[in-house]
């Protein structure tokens, strides 16, 4: 307080005069920020540097921007509290080049990323960087910052023309994004998994496609891969489009790179895709006025309420789709108004036929 010295300084001389931490350095924030990254990749969740960019980096780097500021905040809490609230500017080029963007506070989802990430990086860096405890974030604190939890959207399924008019506008398109969403329909498939298909042969003996790779999750801190596992067809209309054989055949055209070798699918460039057609803007208008959330993950929702339609058990349609009964019903649509008053109308009816007969049998 005297200003004879930084706040900085004042730390290193009292770690340096204490016994049991004269070794001990504080970590600048970018080397904090770069070995969690690390841990991340290579130790924790090892999840892709992809997943780090979308969901862990541009938090940090408006969290750095504020740590290198003239009034730079001196806690956990109003760091992440001034991360939420801070003012962004649209930085592609264009007509909307340098507009303001909606701050983060303002966005249920991204409002709990950015918390869970700048919570769980400064509990790293206390534990394991040496940074001081002002910086951790007590459970009250963090509620707050984090706010109520968003009602969950209903996710929109689509019927089979609404389906064959998206595989109309991409076809026309060329480059084989037709035939990345008719796989994703047809078998139920994570957008990741189209580039995992091969075919072999099943248990009976029988060529089937099969998916070579789970899906990976961690719980704890634990990481875990689900089974691969077979995929099971519900067609569109009555169709499969031959998908198995043209696979096999090595006949079915997909989406490729610069280079002339096959593209890695993922939701971020099938959604770029998706976006580039006026007949998905349509539904996703349609959809919304009804209440409903459309996205590329739209096609494996389809294929799980198709097969309760077809009266396939959740049981069986979790396996054919890669989790867990309670992940099925819990995660994905199993029914909507149309499945219900059939089903219903079906027991009226078996009701109402039952008691015309004799004895009521």
Not at 113 to 136: D, G, P, S, T, Y
Not at 206 to 213: A, I, R, T, V
Not at 252 to 263: A, V
Not at 309 to 326: F, K, N, R, V
């Amino acid at each position: 307080m005297s200003g004879k010295k930084t706040l900085k300084g004042a730390i290193n001389d009292e770690l340096a005069e204490s016994d049991h931490k004269r070794e001990i350095v504080v970590s600048d924030w970018r080397e904090v920020t770069e070995a969690f990254r690390h841990h991340l990749i290579e130790n924790k969740n090892k999840i892709k540097e992809a997943t780090y960019q979308s969901s862990y980096s541009r938090y940090f780097e408006v969290m750095l921007v504020l740590l290198q500021g003239r009034n730079a905040p001196q806690s956990g809490f109003e760091l992440l509290d001034r991360v939420l609230h801070y003012q962004r500017f649209n930085q592609k080029s264009g007509k909307k080049h340098g507009e303001p963007l909606v701050k983060w506070a303002d966005q249920p989802a991204s409002r709990r990323e950015c918390c869970l990430a700048i919570r769980n990086l400064l509990e790293f860096a206390v534990h394991r960087q040496h940074q001081a405890q002002c910086w951790l974030i007590n459970p009250f604190d963090y509620a707050e910052l984090k706010g109520s939890t968003e009602k969950k959207r209903k996710k929109a399924t689509l019927t089979d023309q609404e389906f064959m008019k998206l595989v109309v506008q991409l076809d026309e398109r060329g480059a084989g994004w037709g035939n990345v969403i008719r796989l994703l329909r047809i078998y139920g498939l994570r957008m990741w998994e189209v580039n995992h298909l091969v075919v072999t042969n099943n248990p009976k003996g029988e060529k089937q496609l099969f998916c070579s790779k789970g899906k990976v999750s961690a719980t704890h801190g634990r990481k875990h891969e689900n089974e691969p596992r077979f995929l099971f067809p519900i067609r569109v209309d009555g169709n499969d489009f031959d998908l198995q054989r043209r696979l096999e055949r090595g006949e079915l055209e997909l989406p490729t790179g610069n280079d002339g070798t096959q593209m890695e699918i993922g939701g971020r460039n099938l959604g770029n895709r998706l976006r580039g057609l006026p007949y998905w803007h349509a539904l996703q208008a349609a959809k919304d006025a009804c209440g409903e959330w459309l996205r590329p993950y739209t096609f494996r929702d389809t294929y799980s309420i198709r097969a309760t339609e077809l009266g396939i058990h959740d049981s069986l349609a979790s396996l054919a789709m890669g989790h867990t009964p309670e992940v099925h019903r819990r995660s994905y649509r199993t029914s909507d108004f149309a499945l219900a008053s059939d089903a219903f109308a079906k027991a009226q009816d078996g009701r109402i036929s039952s008691q015309d007969r004799p004895n009521g049998r």
